[in-house]
């Protein structure tokens, strides 16, 4: 496996966690892009696993969704 995949298969990773942890909270994308001070299309995308979120937007949709940050 390549870079590239292995990154493409990290983004994916974390968007299916993003995704799961707000429909767990029932609040919907607009609710957290908002929350998170984001477009409601670039949360869509981190979601899909389209885009590498920088850190601080990694924080702040982890303090939204009530999640722990860690760093392996």
């Known amino acids: 496996m390549n870079s590239d995949s292995k990154d493409t298969k990290a983004r994916e990773e974390f ?3 993003v995704k799961k942890a707000r429909e767990k909270l029932e609040l919907t994308q607009a ?10 299309n670039y949360y869509a995308m ?8 920088s850190f601080e937007k990694i924080k702040s ?12």
Request: net charge positive; aromatic share 0%; hydrophobic share 40%.
């Open 15 to 17: 968007g299916n966690r």
């Open 46 to 53: 981190i979601e899909r696993g389209e885009v590498n979120p």
């Open 61 to 72: 949709i982890a303090k939204v969704l009530k999640l722990k940050v860690t760093i392996s």
């Open 31 to 40: 609710e957290v892009a908002k929350k998170a001070d984001m477009t409601v």
